[in-house]
């Protein structure tokens, strides 16, 4: 019991002994702790804002390294290289026998280099360039502002320099160290004003066409085509951009070339143009402001188009003054295409009557009609030309004649729905599909028209009207000739085109006329040069059909209209001519221009 008890007072000593040990390590280790943290806390606040510091450079260094490391490193590429862009040449026009229409020549450009300077320093630069250049320092920052004052690639800001603005860059070489005159192409047009409305004119695009164009590969001082056949055939003709990359010091000073990309070429294109036709039709409507259309019957292959006024396409190659423009621009519209633009057919239009008349079979070929001095229908007197009426007749000699009041009783009988009909499937109210851009479809109105424009309804006054080519009807000079070209190749509607390709023979949709309808319509229109109203369009030694149309044209003089194919027996030219507001008879004033076309076309053919 005693030794147990020694024991257990023996254990319990000896713990406390233990935990009073413990306990003054403990606190002596605390004191020792406080002793050191008061004496060392500045040096280890320290080391935390170092570790702070050296953490955030590093995680800013890796995120520059690994996150925008081909940023940086292409502005360190962008300070010591330069790009000098080299514009593609663009794409030849060729007429059908392979004689230029539209090509390049060399000319000078200069090129600004807007990294190399800071924005505030261009300034100076730009005003004594306005001055060389002569143009306005607001044109001048705009371009810069454009490209982006961070571009290594060098800006064109003005093409075809002249020799004296060379001679004073070169002289202000000091100031102008940042701009380069390097050779460059400009578009040439070899005939001048000689096809301008069918071939267009190129100009460098602007900031709207840009912004449309940018993702097709377009860049800042691209040239495109505006209108015509450069606009029609941009894609083919425009190739693409090459460069230079150079390699430069601290300095500016060029060390080498470090790569090449060749520019790309356009491609050449061909058009149906016959130069020779082009011209004469040009000679023939004079500076009488109308259109010439020639085409091929067969395929619908554009010979020649011409409308009057025109305009010479290269003053687009260089600087256009506000006077240049005005003094083009005072010629009357001379951008218009008439060729393209709708007028009222007149007589023109009565092959489409005819042929409703003659496919309704309503009217034999045999039909004879009386005619008088003026058709009254619905209360409105509709005259016939000579005043007295040419007595009855058939449609060959009507179509002579041209009696209004014969054709007015033609589409009377067959009523408006049938005539609108038929001359929506000779292709008038629509474009004709040529790759030109085309003002107007014309306008063939009906009674769904006239209600929604005028709030009237459809008369049997408007359908006479319509039968003679007057009233609301509207067709171009090219749709006129595109109905010419049905009963010249046997019955079969052409989609005009200019560029040469053989499957538009396969294009011609046949309207399924009956035999003898193409045979009346051509005795017909025959009939009008040997016997009728357009003997003044006969051809020595070339048998001509044709027909005659005098519009009226409130409150200006009457407009003229002639159209024609030829030979008689084998079609392979119809020739349209339009003379607007000219006051005389479509035999008389149009006959005589398109007798002067075809007078060409057979002479050329010998």
Do not use: C
């Amino acid at each position: 019991m005693q030794l147990t008890s020694i024991i257990k007072k023996s254990k319990k000593s000896s713990l406390k002994s233990r935990q009073v040990t413990f306990s003054d390590t403990r606190n002596q280790r605390q004191k020792i702790w406080l002793n050191v943290g008061q004496k060392d806390q500045p040096i280890f606040i320290m080391l935390l804002i170092s570790l702070f510091f050296f953490g955030a450079i590093a995680s800013r260094l890796a995120y520059i390294q690994l996150v925008e490391g081909n940023t940086y490193q292409e502005k360190a590429e962008n300070n010591r290289t330069k790009i000098l862009p080299k514009p593609p040449v663009r794409g030849n026009l060729y007429d059908r026998k392979g004689r230029i229409l539209g090509a390049t020549r060399l000319s000078h450009s200069a090129y600004l280099w807007p990294i190399v300077r800071k924005q505030e320093n261009w300034a100076e630069i730009r005003s004594v360039l306005a001055q060389i250049l002569n143009i306005p320092e607001t044109e001048l920052q705009k371009t810069l502002e454009q490209e982006n004052y961070d571009s290594p690639t060098l800006v064109r800001i003005a093409r075809n320099l002249t020799p004296q603005q060379i001679t004073a860059i070169e002289e202000n070489r000091n100031l102008l160290s940042e701009v380069e005159v390097d050779t460059d192409t400009i578009r040439y047009y070899p005939h001048g004003k000689n096809g301008s409305h069918v071939l267009g004119y190129t100009r460098e695009i602007n900031a709207e066409e840009l912004a449309q164009r940018k993702e097709q590969g377009y860049r800042l001082g691209d040239v495109i085509g505006k209108m015509g056949a450069e606009s029609a055939f941009e894609s083919d003709l425009r190739g693409e951009w090459g460069g230079i990359l150079l390699e430069r010091d601290g300095a500016g000073k060029v060390l080498g070339k470090l790569g090449l990309k060749e520019a790309k070429a356009g491609n050449d294109v061909t058009l149906t143009l016959d130069l020779d036709l082009q011209k004469a039709a040009e000679q023939a409507l004079g500076d009488r402001k109308g259109a010439v259309v020639a085409l091929d019957p067969r395929d619908g292959s554009v010979l020649a188009m011409v409308s009057y006024p025109g305009f010479d396409p290269n003053i687009f190659s260089g600087k256009i003054t506000t006077q240049l423009w005005k003094e083009v621009q005072g010629k009357g519209n001379p951008f218009i295409n008439r060729s393209l633009r709708g007028f009222p057919p007149a007589s023109t239009f009565k092959i489409v009557t005819a042929t409703a008349g003659l496919e309704s079979g309503k009217y034999k070929p045999s039909t004879i009609l009386p005619t008088y001095a003026y058709l009254r229908v619905g209360g409105t007197a509709f005259g016939e030309w000579n005043r007295s009426g040419f007595g009855p007749m058939g449609f060959v000699r009507a179509m002579a004649w041209s009696s209004n009041t014969f054709f007015g009783q033609i589409g009377n009988g067959v009523g408006g729905e049938t005539l609108i009909e038929w001359a929506r499937k000779y292709g008038f109210g629509s474009k004709t599909g040529i790759e030109l851009e085309e003002d107007t479809p014309g306008l063939i109105a009906d009674s769904q028209w006239k209600k929604e424009r005028f709030n009237w309804e459809w008369t049997v006054g408007d359908t006479v009207n319509m039968s003679i080519g007057q009233g609301f009807t509207l067709a171009t000079p090219l749709q006129v000739a595109v109905m010419f070209a049905v009963p010249a190749n046997g019955g079969n509607l052409v989609v005009p085109h200019l560029r040469q390709d053989p499957s538009y023979l396969e294009k011609r949709k046949s309207l399924d006329l009956k035999p003898e309808t193409l045979k009346t319509l051509r005795e017909g229109l025959r009939a009008v040069v040997t016997n009728g109203t357009g003997g003044k369009a006969a051809v020595d030694g070339v048998a001509v059909a044709g027909k005659s149309g005098t519009a009226e044209a409130p409150p200006g003089k009457s407009h003229a209209w002639f159209g024609a194919f030829a030979p008689y027996e084998n079609p392979e030219i119809v020739v349209v001519a339009f003379v607007e507001h000219s006051g005389g008879g479509g035999g008389s004033t149009a006959g005589p221009i398109v007798q002067k076309v075809l007078t060409a076309y057979f002479a050329q053919k010998k």
